[in-house]
């Protein structure tokens, strides 16, 4: 299961995918995504900080994509908010584990799995999807 921050922030990014050419402000984003107001602040910084959206402040300012959105993972996004944790070593710390043994090797591998998976698909993917339904939205994310 995904953590808060990267469900938010995967939503926040596909409502700025779908309108590469615009900017938003936090509260239209937080509306849009239904992502509390407080919470996208913190998300947005993280990705202005990855270089994932860019952020313009003054008249005209908001937020928007800083890169095509066929060229944005959900890996990307993931990791620019709540990393996937791997385990590289004992995460108790037993000195006689010199590798991991077989449950944290085990769970690693899922972990490693999950990456390959978000690191196959983009933003972009996801927006030219055939269904009707949007993704991570509730209606397309337009402007009113």
């Excluded at 402040?57 to 993931?78: C, E, H, K, N, Q």
């Excluded at 990456?115 to 993917?125: D, H, I, K, P, S």
Aim: proline share 7%.
């Amino acid at each position: 299961m995904l953590p808060k921050s990267a469900d938010y922030a995967l939503r926040t990014m596909a409502c700025l995918a779908q309108n590469p050419d615009e900017r938003w402000s936090a509260d239209s984003l937080a509306e849009r995504t239904k992502v509390p107001r407080r919470y996208l602040q913190k998300v947005l910084q993280d990705l202005v900080q990855a270089e994932l959206a860019q952020s313009r402040s003054g008249p005209g300012g908001g937020y928007s994509l800083a890169m095509p959105a066929d060229r944005v993972t959900i890996l990307d996004v993931v990791n620019a908010v709540a990393p996937v944790e791997r385990i590289r070593h004992c995460p108790l710390g037993l000195p006689s584990h010199t590798s991991l043994c077989p449950l944290h090797k085990e769970l690693d591998r899922a972990y490693e799995a999950t990456e390959a998976a978000f690191a196959r698909v983009t933003l972009g993917q996801l927006l030219q999807s055939a269904t009707n339904i949007i993704p991570l939205c509730d209606q397309a994310c337009t402007k009113k």
